[in-house]
């Protein structure tokens, strides 16, 4: 095979229709990944909110980690009925901004559950992945879900003002905002 040397223009017109293909095809399934990882956020803090509530027992608390799980599987099915498509750049950028984000913050979930001392760990799982949507919606020039996203990191703070096992129900309230709204959303419009 032989390699061509594109021009300039021919090199932007390329990413540009990378970004393209990317953008129609993130539009037309997005709304599922942010669906399956929003309910399942969303289910797990009303389980753990309600264990913690009744009962009182902290070690309702490794029920977090059923949220990689659950979710990962939830991706899994959404990927095999999936059709195949080439990946390019732009899908293996975005990927990878949620997998090294996504592992941040289950590192900070297990640093939580490790520590004797007080460690913000709702918020600061909240502003990294709602940082993984800003900047999946910057890269793919969706200012939708950029917005969403930078709206999940503002009103994550409001984590701060909420004391107690009520922060369960409001990190999972932020998840039905910037993450089930806009999937349902992001469906409709596909």
């Known amino acids: 095979m032989e390699d061509k040397t594109l021009s300039n223009q ?6 540009s229709r990378m970004i393209r293909n990317t953008q129609d095809r993130f539009e037309r399934g997005a709304g599922k990944p ?13 389980a753990v909110w309600y264990a913690l509530k009744t009962t009182g027992n902290p070690q309702w608390n490794w029920l977090w ?4 799980v659950v979710g990962s599987l939830g991706m899994l099915a959404f990927m095999k009925r999936g059709t195949k498509t080439v990946k390019t750049f732009i899908d293996t950028a975005v990927n ?5 984000l996504g ?13 004797k001392t007080y460690f913000p760990t709702l918020l600061l799982i909240s502003l990294l992945l709602f940082a993984a949507e800003a900047i999946t919606g910057g890269i793919l020039k969706l200012a939708f879900i950029k917005f969403m996203g930078l709206a999940g990191i503002v009103l994550s703070f409001g984590l701060t003002f909420v004391q107690g096992v009520d922060q369960v129900l409001a990190f999972g309230s932020l998840f039905l905002i910037a993450m089930i709204i806009p999937g ?5 419009q596909a």
């Open 103 to 115: 592992v941040c913050a289950i590192l900070v979930a297990c640093y939580a559950t490790t520590t």
């Open 184 to 188: 349902h959303i992001m469906n409709v």
């Open 96 to 100: 990878q901004v949620w997998f090294v």
């Open 34 to 46: 942010f669906l399956i990882w929003g309910y399942t956020t969303l289910a797990v803090s009303l």
């Open 10 to 15: 021919e090199s932007l017109d390329l990413i």
């Open 65 to 68: 980690f059923a949220i990689p």
